[in-house]
């Protein structure tokens, strides 16, 4: 059989397969604006007025497997393998202005960083208008979207909450037809709450952080993903001062089903939990106290999204801090949000 011919049956024969599968549904890259695991140990805390930085290495490995189709920058493909490299660069003021008694404060957050995708099948392309066949890799180094945020703290003995509001603007890195975009170009508000336990004494931290996203629609592929929930926690025990160990885990829920008239696959729903564990050590480079923190995620419970492992590398330490006097529990962990 000429070799067209092979491809052609082929590429049918993919379609009418993955078009007759129950669970051929997807939302746009089968993912969030906002990043799961983010937010772990101490995330109810807000530090002392002052200016800091922090950096964050996240690695993902993940499957979107089992026939399921998926859709991205207006690519529709099946069988996908995302290996994402990417880091998080957030300088934060913390001012010393009161809201209700809590302090606020602003934060930027620049990614970048490259996705690895690759599709076992392709089946239609805003760059080649047909359907095709075969395997196709996309790794491309970008700048992602913006994450712009204000937060106001809050604390009370050995409680420590915080909210957030979070927005999201796209940076016009987005390449339509291409499966590897750490950009999604979807402006996104995101409100979240943080609460923490610390207890100082006996070593004891744990946290929540509940939020919701709403997302507005993609302008280059018309795709509007649904609202989104998502729940972060963490439990840890204070080995000393310096050191800690714990566990940490997230849930997802996708609210709504995906829309627009650049949804190729039909609604949307995604879900995934996981469990997972996190070391932290804070030591001294020169009189700068820089704190280090290692989390590792398994995800299992998947619906329609990646099924993967998520590994977070977090750097922070202050720039400068205004010299005001401390609570006595937050003198050791001034780097922490």
């Not at 016009?172 to 508000?189: C, D, K, T, V, Y």
């Not at 729903?269 to 009189?287: C, H, M, W």
């Amino acid at each position: 059989m000429h070799r067209a011919w092979r491809i052609f049956y082929l590429a049918i024969a993919c379609a009418a397969g993955l078009v007759a599968a129950p669970d051929a549904q997807a939302a746009e890259y089968a993912q969030g604006i906002y990043v799961l695991g983010n937010r772990g140990p101490l995330a109810g805390v807000t530090p002392p007025p002052g200016f800091y930085f922090e950096s964050e290495t996240y690695y993902y490995s993940g499957n979107f497997g089992g026939n399921r189709l998926f859709q991205g920058g207006g690519v529709v493909a099946a069988n996908i393998k995302n290996d994402t490299s990417a880091n998080f660069v957030t300088p934060i003021w913390v001012t010393p202005f009161e809201i209700l008694g809590g302090n606020l404060g602003f934060s930027i957050t620049i990614p970048f960083g490259t996705p690895n995708v690759s599709a076992g099948a392709v089946l239609a392309s805003p760059r080649i208008d047909r359907i095709i066949a075969g395997r196709e890799r996309d790794a491309n180094f970008t700048v992602g979207d913006i994450y712009l945020a204000s937060f106001v703290g809050w604390h009370s003995g050995n409680f420590h909450w915080s909210g957030t509001l979070l927005g999201v603007v796209p940076s016009g890195s987005f390449e339509n037809g291409q499966l590897s975009n750490i950009a999604l170009n979807r402006p996104a508000i995101d409100l979240s709450a943080a609460l923490t336990y610390l207890d100082a004494l006996l070593g004891y931290e744990l946290s929540v952080v509940p939020g919701i996203t709403f997302n507005w629609i993609n302008p280059a592929t018309q795709y509007l993903t649904g609202t989104e929930f998502h729940l972060e926690w963490s439990a840890s025990k204070y080995l000393s001062k310096e050191l800690s160990v714990g566990l940490v885990g997230y849930y997802y829920n996708q609210l709504t089903g995906d829309s627009g008239s650049g949804d190729r696959i039909g609604s949307f729903k995604g879900r995934v939990t996981s469990l997972g564990a996190q070391i932290g050590y804070t030591f001294k480079l020169g009189e700068i106290p820089v704190s280090t923190n290692v989390r590792f995620f398994r995800e299992f419970d998947v619906k329609n999204r990646f099924a993967g492992t998520a590994t977070y590398l977090t750097i922070s330490a202050p720039l400068w801090v205004a010299p005001a006097q401390q609570p006595a529990d937050l003198k050791p962990l001034v780097t922490k949000l």
